[in-house]
């Protein structure tokens, strides 16, 4: 049933099925339940190629084919597959993996800061604040999304036992990355925002909807926190390899 609404965005249908679902090629693969979907670039198929990862399939799109592997960590298979950047295209891959049998995912990626956060520092999502597109297509309309509990719980063991610092923030999840104005980044401060991206909103509800499980990662790489100079640093390069590790031992702990 169709919730309408002046705004089109704000409208949201409670039937999960749709005209095309993910599954719809009807494709012979059947993915591991568990699951690290990152943005970490390069990252995933050199960790794939490093560790005898077997390619299962591929996701293929018009601006790029996403290879899916299966990787074995801790006595476990873990599918394992890059994130295209942006909530739709990640949510759009992410539905997908569930459909062929994912059902317990973490993603790891960086994140701009609006604080006076230095850069390669962990943290981990625990609220997201929807403020893109893709998110109103899996879930009714609202300003925030919580978490999965037993992602955080998982999340938080795993950097326990790495022995970092646990630090918990709402995010702010938008898809204006030209767009993050001087007052909107202050009204989002006011409403307790301390990091930004561009899909955590858009994959809690995708999960959400498919009764799946998942968690995100985050760390740190541009600042937003001086608003008259803005400063990319290193996109936090520095810490894909480790984020990556943590990715895999958060799955493994669920």
């Given at each position: 049933?169709?919730?309408?609404?002046?705004?089109?965005?704000?409208?949201?249908?409670?039937?999960?099925?749709?005209?095309?679902?993910?599954?719809?090629?009807?494709?012979?693969?059947?993915?591991?339940?568990?699951?690290?979907?990152?943005?970490?670039?390069?990252?995933?198929?050199?960790?794939?190629?490093?560790?005898?990862?077997?390619?299962?399939?591929?996701?293929?799109?018009?601006?790029?084919?996403?290879?899916?592997?299966?990787?074995?960590?801790?006595?476990?298979?873990?599918?394992?597959?890059?994130?295209?950047?942006?909530?739709?295209?990640?949510a759009q891959l992410m539905d997908w993996?569930?459909?062929?049998?994912?059902?317990?995912?973490?993603?790891?990626?960086?994140?701009?800061?609006?604080?006076?956060?230095?850069?390669?520092?962990?943290?981990?999502?625990?609220?997201?604040?929807?403020?893109?597109?893709?998110?109103?297509?899996?879930?009714?309309?609202?300003?925030?999304?919580?978490?999965?509990?037993?992602?955080?719980?998982?999340?938080?063991?795993?950097?326990?036992?790495?022995?970092?610092?646990?630090?918990?923030?709402?995010?702010?999840?938008?898809?204006?990355?030209?767009?993050?104005?001087?007052?909107?980044?202050?009204?989002?401060?006011?409403?307790?925002?301390?990091?930004?991206?561009?899909?955590?909103?858009?994959?809690?509800?995708?999960?959400?909807?498919?009764?799946?499980?998942?968690?995100?990662?985050?760390?740190?790489?541009?600042?937003?926190?001086?608003?008259?100079?803005?400063?990319?640093?290193?996109?936090?390069?520095?810490?894909?390899?480790?984020?990556?590790?943590?990715?895999?031992?958060?799955?493994?702990?669920?």
């Open positions: 049933m169709i919730m309408k609404n002046e705004i089109p965005i704000l409208e949201f249908d409670t039937d999960a099925t749709a005209v095309i679902m993910p599954t719809h090629e009807n494709l012979e693969l059947n993915l591991p339940k568990k699951a690290v979907f990152a943005f970490l670039g390069e990252q995933i198929d050199e960790y794939a190629k490093a560790h005898d990862a077997v390619q299962v399939g591929k996701f293929l799109s018009v601006t790029k084919d996403y290879p899916i592997y299966v990787v074995r960590h801790k006595g476990e298979d873990v599918c394992l597959c890059q994130a295209p950047v942006g909530a739709a295209a990640a993996l569930i459909g062929y049998g994912v059902q317990e995912i973490i993603t790891g990626g960086s994140c701009g800061v609006l604080g006076n956060f230095d850069e390669n520092v962990f943290l981990v999502p625990y609220k997201v604040l929807r403020d893109e597109g893709t998110s109103y297509h899996y879930m009714k309309p609202s300003r925030f999304i919580e978490i999965n509990a037993a992602a955080m719980k998982a999340i938080e063991k795993t950097v326990t036992e790495h022995g970092l610092k646990y630090r918990e923030v709402i995010t702010w999840t938008t898809d204006g990355f030209y767009r993050e104005t001087k007052e909107k980044v202050a009204y989002r401060k006011q409403e307790g925002c301390e990091t930004v991206e561009m899909e955590c909103a858009a994959l809690a509800a995708c999960a959400s909807l498919r009764n799946a499980l998942w968690g995100c990662i985050l760390f740190t790489a541009d600042t937003l926190a001086d608003v008259e100079n803005y400063d990319e640093r290193n996109w936090g390069l520095d810490s894909f390899a480790y984020a990556l590790e943590l990715c895999l031992d958060a799955v493994t702990n669920i």
